[in-house]
């Protein structure tokens, strides 16, 4: 049967670009953050693939998202750790990794059950994605003349960046919301468009990264 | 709906600030990308004024033994010749007139050589200052006759022995093509200085550059352009009335 325009949501464009990103990061995979990056995005797609499971037989996914959140950060950051120069932001980066893991374990256990949306775990992790990834865009040094903006370093930073400024406000108030009879359904589909959103500009950007790889790799040979 | 507003704007406030992070990171790279383009163009002048300055150390030295070889070598050959030619003077009554022109022209031999050697050898340029090694210079040249070279300084010159042993090789280059390329009468070199410029220009009459305008001239002129930057110097050289110019300017 023929796919129509209207059958593709706005998270199949965002699975297909995860998918091209995944894709084209294994080309890549001789560089230690590029082999962090596709760990990353295979463990994203294997997580989509269980939620889309469990969403078709109406079960609740969300516990899912409470594991993806630790491996997701420990993945990140480890990432952002590899752009950074200052070993002890660096260590603070690697130390933040077990101690947001204990955190969101105890807010899994204790504060916001599997059953529940991991709002206050997503808010966490954004925050502290975001805050390194600033120190992250401040560390890129230029060692030849290209701009920033042909530094693929700058563009899979942003990638992370834009993704969490563009969930992080609906995260925090993703769980009040459906509290509230009335503004579920409003709530859970302005969650779905805002998360796709995130998604797609996160993996554009990512692919626009990994495509600076392939042009750095052009102008050394050449 | 409190908390929710609550959230909002707390969460608005740090996107905010946030956002500002990625301004400042572009800001923040143009700044470093600049300060390493700075560098890099610094380390590049280092590297060619540390190849330059090799370049002519190794010519410097290069001159020195050939010096010591003519002083040594073919000005000891020379002096036992005269000394020959002498005891042969004495030995034969009358002395022909062409023994003692050949005495005479071996003398002038030596006193020619002596004059090469000393201003090939870095030791005995650096007793002197610029104008008393060209003086002696330009009276050696004068003295064979083939041209006249006028010479005009302001008397002694405020430079460190190393810059006035380059302007010496800067003048003995140009010396040397005017010589060797330029078919010329006359020479002009003249040195004007001020507080904080030293300027050197050598004219000559000749025939300027024509067709066949040489490569190993050209290696000769860059010789002197790289010896003049090496004195945080400029040269150049141009056609004026069909006739080469060289100037060289060099801030103390």
């Given at each position: 049967m023929p796919i129509r325009c209207?059958?593709?949501?706005?998270q199949d464009v965002y699975y297909i670009l995860m998918l091209a990103c995944f894709l084209q990061s294994l080309r890549y995979l001789k560089f230690y953050r590029i082999r962090l990056l596709s760990l990353l995005l295979f463990i994203s797609i294997i997580t989509e693939l269980c939620v889309e499971f469990y969403k078709c037989r109406a079960l609740n996914y969300y516990i899912f998202y409470h594991f993806f959140n630790v491996a997701e950060y420990g993945l990140i950051s480890l990432i952002l750790i590899d752009c950074i120069d200052k070993p002890i932001i660096k260590k603070l980066i690697l130390w933040s990794i077990p101690a947001y893991a204990l955190a969101s374990f105890y807010i899994s256990s204790y504060?916001?059950?599997?059953?529940?949306?991991?709002a206050y775990g997503n808010n966490i992790e954004g925050l502290l994605v975001m805050s390194w990834c600033i120190i992250a865009l401040l560390s890129i040094t230029p060692n030849d003349n290209r701009t920033i903006f042909q530094r693929s370093s700058f563009w899979i930073i942003l990638a992370f960046y834009l993704y969490f400024i563009v969930t992080l406000p609906f995260n925090g108030i993703f769980n009040p919301l459906m509290k509230n009879e009335v503004m579920r359904t409003s709530a859970k589909r302005s969650f779905n468009i805002i998360n796709s959103v995130g998604n797609c500009c996160s993996y554009a950007m990512m692919l626009v990264g990994l495509f600076f790889y392939k042009w750095k790799k052009s102008i050394q040979q050449s | 709906m409190e908390e929710v507003y609550s959230t909002v704007i707390i969460i608005s406030f740090i996107l905010i600030v946030l956002s500002i992070g990625i301004v400042f990171a572009i800001v923040n790279y143009k700044i470093k990308q600049e300060s390493y383009r700075k560098e890099k163009k610094i380390m590049l002048e280092e590297f060619d004024r540390q190849l330059m300055k090799s370049q002519i150390e190794v010519q410097e030295m290069t001159f020195g033994e050939l010096g010591k070889d003519l002083h040594d070598n073919v000005g000891q050959l020379l002096s036992s010749t005269k000394m020959l030619l002498g005891i042969t003077q004495r030995t034969i009554?009358?002395?022909?007139e062409t023994l003692n022109l050949a005495e005479q022209t071996l003398g002038n031999a030596i006193s020619e050589l002596r004059s090469l050697t000393k201003s090939l050898d870095k030791e005995w340029l650096e007793q002197f200052d610029l104008i008393t090694n060209l003086n002696t210079e330009i009276t050696r040249i004068n003295a064979a006759g083939m041209l006249t070279i006028q010479f005009h300084h302001p008397g002694k010159?405020?430079?460190d022995h190393q810059k006035q042993i380059i302007l010496f090789r800067i003048v003995q280059e140009a010396l040397q093509n005017a010589i060797k390329?330029?078919?010329?009468?006359t020479i002009a070199i003249d040195i004007k200085s001020n507080e904080q410029v030293i300027s050197l220009n050598i004219n000559d009459d000749g025939k300027g550059f024509d067709d066949n305008f040489n490569g190993m001239y050209i290696m000769e002129m860059l010789t002197t352009l790289f010896r003049a930057k090496l004195t945080q110097g400029l040269a150049d050289f141009w056609v004026a009335a069909n006739a080469i110019k060289a100037r060289t300017k060099i801030v103390i």
């Open positions: 209207d059958d593709l949501k706005p504060i916001q059950p599997v059953v529940f949306f991991p | 009554i009358p002395v022909p010159l405020p430079l390329h330029a078919e010329c009468r």
